[in-house]
């Protein structure tokens, strides 16, 4: 395995991500922002925090196969959500939770940052993921 996960003593517990990885592979794969829509395009779950989060955790599946990686390789995860207030957690863990088996998240994810924004590209997106990964 190339990606190796961890939470070193001391850091701040418990919280659904790792807070470090340590990768041997050789090449990257980077997945630019993925959001809550299907393939053509289309809004899947308009003003649903919890219904976009797993769509675009699908979309970011997805571009990491294009890439020969799976999330099992991801070092990196980034979350940009608009309009971002800790009342909105539990929907976003939520949306987690309901692909996780599906897209065989690891449990705690890879170290993850939530990054609050006003806002982003379009008005009906809440929610952008960016995933890094490595693999042999």
Known sequence: MSV?????????????YH?????????HVYVAGQIGRDEAGRPVAPGDLRGQVAQALRNTARGL??????????VRLTF????????????FLAGVQDV????????????????????????DVL??????????
Not at 4 to 16: A, C, D, E, I
Not at 80 to 91: A, C, F, G, K, N
Not at 103 to 110: D, E, G, I, N, T
Not at 127 to 136: G, K, L, R, S
């Open 80 to 91: 940009y959500v608009t309009d971002w207030s800790p009342e909105r957690i539990d929907d």
């Open 100 to 123: 996780a088996g599906q897209l065989a998240l690891p449990q705690p994810l890879p170290p993850a940052s939530l990054i609050g924004v006003a806002s982003l590209f379009e008005p």
């Open 19 to 27: 807070h470090v990885a340590v990768a041997s592979g050789s090449r």
């Open 4 to 16: 190796q996960l961890s939470s070193p003593s001391g850091l701040m517990q418990p919280v659904p």
């Open 65 to 74: 196969a294009g890439g020969g990686a799976s999330f099992s390789d991801v």
């Open 127 to 136: 929610v952008e993921v960016e995933a890094t990964a490595v693999v042999d």
